[in-house]
């Protein structure tokens, strides 16, 4: 009995393994391979920004008073000079009655000096009284031509007081928000002001640079100081908030003198011009400049992967055997990569289907055009 059971058993070790090796073995997984050729590429470095019209005054009364008129609405566009707000003037125009009568008043003193004077001159010539009470009177005189000085001056501060009761627009641009209304009482140390006036035919985006991306902006352009670089660094775009781009091309002018210690980024400055009014104080955006690379490979994003940030590729050897291999990125778009270094023209790289390759796998190649990818893959 014994016997027969072991006679089986044989029977089915010997089946099985006779099925085994006439198992086909597993075929090499068919992933899509792209060569590589460098060329001459575009690709462009972006910094959130912040927008201000090139001049933002704040518009505050000079005198204290109620608010009597309003001349102007939010938003509206108004020129340099043009009246805005109109403060109850009363006061102000007595305080000025008042300084002219002072005039009048510092003449008639005047007048009566110089009389006392001519009165004892020749009184004196004859040695009818002391020189003292000339000296005294001509003094007297003195002090009279003083205070005629003085009254005027008054009168010219209260001229002024009047004419500030006119707040009028110091520059050209548009109206902001009006927080005030008719009879509010206003000074010049509210901590609001009437309202900001923005001049918006030129603005001004702000936006800031690591050390890192400085060093490296300041290394892409010929010049011996910021100032001579600044004059070859192309127009830069303008990515609004709805990711549109301006129709208007900047021009970066500045760069802050020094790094902000806390958040170690240094600011640029980009003018843009603005005619149309489109922009406005307050918006944001991105700065977008072109960053050309001389000779680069381009390839999809998709098709690296990445390890302890380190970016990497598989590349094909011509026994379909697959390496993977670390690359430098000189800088990249929406879509792709492109590299400076790691992989030369004509090698072959697989296009996806990475995640489950490992180093010396085999795989069945399946030719892509890199044409073919670029139209599937915008920049």
Do not use: W
């Amino acid at each position: 009995m014994r016997s027969a059971v072991l006679s089986l058993l044989a029977v089915l070790l010997y089946s099985c393994g006779s099925n085994q090796a006439g198992a086909p073995p597993p075929q090499p997984p068919q992933l899509p391979v792209m060569s590589v050729t460098p060329a001459p590429a575009t690709t462009y470095l972006e910094f959130p920004a912040s927008l201000e019209g090139k001049v933002n005054v704040e518009v505050r009364p000079q005198v204290s008073g109620y608010l009597e008129r309003i001349f102007v609405d939010e938003g509206a566009y108004v020129k340099a000079g043009q009246p805005l707000f109109k403060i109850d003037p009363k006061v102000y125009a007595e305080q000025l009655n008042s300084a002219k009568s002072n005039v009048l008043a510092a003449q008639a003193n005047l007048e009566r000096a110089q009389v006392e004077v001519d009165r004892l001159a020749p009184l004196v010539d004859n040695n009818v009284v002391s020189d003292v009470q000339l000296k005294t009177a001509k003094a007297n005189y003195e002090a009279a031509k003083a205070a005629v000085a003085q009254a005027k001056a008054a009168v010219g501060g209260a001229q002024i007081n009047v004419g500030y009761t006119l707040v009028t627009a110091p520059v050209s641009g548009y109206i902001g928000r009006i927080p005030y209304k008719i009879g509010s009482l206003v000074s010049n140390s509210d901590a609001e002001p009437l309202t900001l006036l923005s001049d918006v035919r030129e603005m001004y985006a702000y936006f800031a640079m690591s050390e890192a991306d400085f060093i490296a902006f300041g290394n892409k352009f010929a010049g011996k100081t910021i100032e001579e670089k600044l004059k070859q660094v192309p127009p830069v775009e303008l990515i609004l908030a709805d990711n549109s781009t301006f129709a208007q091309k900047g021009k970066i002018e500045t760069i802050e003198g020094q790094f902000d210690k806390t958040t170690g980024a240094i600011s640029f400055r980009a003018t843009f011009p603005n005619a149309g009014g489109i922009l406005r104080t307050g918006n944001t955006g991105t700065i977008r400049l072109v960053q050309p690379i001389d000779s680069a490979i381009k390839i999809p994003q998709e098709a690296t992967f990445e390890i302890q940030d380190k970016v990497f590729v598989y590349t094909v050897a011509d026994s379909n055997k697959v390496a993977s291999r670390p690359i430098s990125i000189a800088g990249q778009t929406t879509n792709y990569y492109f590299v400076s270094d790691g992989l030369k023209a004509g090698e072959k790289i697989v296009l996806s289907g990475t995640g489950s390759l490992k180093d010396g796998a085999v795989i069945t190649p399946q030719p892509v055009s890199a044409d073919s990818v670029l139209k599937s893959k915008p920049l």
